[in-house]
């Protein structure tokens, strides 16, 4: 990672599922002129949520797009399912987009998960063994290719012979995030990544999942240190709490009882109350804070986060 890179980091996981160019640039701009660190995308084809003919992006197009269109805040993508590219050609988009944005793309890679790109485009679906395999291949063959100079590997499902990818990215180590929270995952993380990202979780897991991971590293004989911690979560903050029935009640217009997007709100209330829910995960080494939005944007919830939340929880986080 840069050595500029705050101790702790605040970005919005805004996705891609909008109508518009425009309306997501528009996110973005804001989040940089509300001091964000970074924005995110995912790398779905069709979109998780709201059903099999809603709108979503083309992920690494519009990163392209949108670091070009932002002057600071860092772009990434989160995360790149291993079985959709070929990893040398996910490592020529990477590198291209390092570029165009100046030295501020992240790349995130997982296994994947549900899409609607498989029964919609027959996409594939490699067993999840099998797509573990390949995550540990990619990840060796990025940092390899990333390095500009000649590359060779030979893997179950890859094979280099003599690459070359150049240029080479601007940075020296493009940031390679890594994300999932099971074992294998997590020796992943250990052996080749910057960022391990996950899903919000209760502590107690949180904190079983930080022991994985410290043991994986012991493994791979690195510091635990070296790898920063990325949570993704979501956030309905209000000023005023006489707000929250009729903002709460607007929610639940937008989402079914059912619908898998409940599980991720960390809270719904004040930016004082939203502090408190994260100073726990701060204290178990959460170092970058992903506040996910989904169209309609929350104005009003990425505002407060910004001014209220983000001042509360970074001081005591950077040394002295």
Not at 3 to 20: D, M, N
Request: negative net charge; charged residues 25%; aromatic residues 8%.
């Amino acid at each position: 990672m840069p050595s500029s890179e705050p101790a702790v980091r605040f970005g919005v996981h805004s996705g891609q599922q909008y109508e518009t160019y425009g309306d997501i640039l528009a996110l973005w701009q804001r989040a940089e002129e509300l001091g964000y660190d970074w924005c995110s995308v995912f790398d779905h084809l069709r979109p998780p949520m709201g059903g099999p003919d809603g709108p979503c992006f083309e992920g690494t197009t519009l990163l392209t797009a949108l670091t070009a269109r932002t002057r600071r805040i860092r772009g990434a993508l989160m995360v790149a399912p291993v079985a959709w590219r070929h990893p040398a050609m996910l490592a020529a988009v990477a590198a291209t987009i390092d570029h165009v944005s100046g030295g501020r793309v992240e790349l995130g890679i997982g296994v994947g998960g549900a899409d609607l790109a498989h029964d919609q485009y027959g996409f594939p679906r490699l067993p999840r063994a099998e797509r573990l395999k390949l995550l540990e291949e990619t990840a060796a063959v990025l940092r390899g290719l990333w390095s500009g100079e000649r590359f060779s590997y030979t893997g179950e499902h890859v094979r280099i012979t003599d690459g070359y990818c150049r240029p080479a990215p601007v940075q020296s180590r493009l940031p390679l995030v890594v994300g999932g929270a099971s074992a294998p995952v997590l020796d992943v993380v250990a052996r080749h990544g910057d960022v391990w990202n996950s899903l919000l979780t209760d502590p107690d897991r949180y904190r079983r999942r930080t022991e994985l991971l410290a043991d994986a590293c012991e493994r791979a004989g690195r510091d635990p240190a070296e790898v920063r911690r990325s949570m993704t979560f979501r956030a309905l903050l209000v000023e005023d709490p006489t707000e929250l029935p009729g903002r709460l009640d607007r929610l639940r217009e937008a989402y079914p009882p059912d619908s898998p997007v409940w599980p991720e709100y960390l809270v719904f209330g004040t930016p004082e109350q939203c502090v408190e829910a994260l100073l726990p995960y701060r204290d178990l080494g959460v170092t970058d804070f992903a506040l996910g939005l989904r169209p309609p944007v929350d104005w009003d919830t990425l505002t407060l986060f910004a001014e209220r939340v983000v001042p509360r929880l970074r001081p005591a986080a950077v040394p002295a």
